[in-house]
């Protein structure tokens, strides 16, 4: 049973280790590893781990971790993106003397990866939506 199991895996590595392979017998020194390569260590990093992968297709661990991490973490902002996340919250200032406690969460709109997360207690309505529209102005 686990020779079948250890032909199953090595199976699933032999196309993309001889890519690899013949990419490495034709490259020019420093030359960096082609995305359709990475793409395809990628797939089966998730399927056989990190580990087996890199030392399979004698990559860097650290490398191909770090690209299967940032791949894992564009799948699932592409799916906040795809309307998991709200896009759009109204505040009413229906009472101005109301104070509220809250936590608030902005992101900026050109670089992704800027947020600002404050925590707010007891502070008024009005207040509260000057503070938004300050930060919003700047933001943009």
Do not use: N
Not at 53 to 73: H, V
């Amino acid at each position: 049973m686990q020779t079948r199991e250890r032909t199953s895996w090595r199976e699933d590595f032999t196309d993309t280790q001889q890519s690899f392979e013949t990419w490495r017998a034709g490259r020019q020194r420093g030359a960096k590893i082609p995305e359709p390569l990475w793409e395809a260590a990628l797939v089966l990093a998730e399927q056989h781990g990190v580990a087996k992968t890199a030392a399979t297709l004698k990559l860097d661990y650290y490398a191909l971790k770090r690209r299967l991490t940032r791949d894992s973490a564009s799948a699932s902002s592409s799916a906040d993106d795809a309307g998991t996340q709200p896009r759009f919250v109204e505040v009413s200032l229906a009472s101005t003397t109301t104070t509220i406690t809250c936590t608030l969460e902005v992101e900026g709109r050109a670089d992704r990866h800027s947020k600002l997360r404050l925590e707010l207690q007891g502070i008024a309505l009005a207040d509260l939506d000057a503070l938004l529209r300050s930060v919003w102005s700047q933001s943009a």
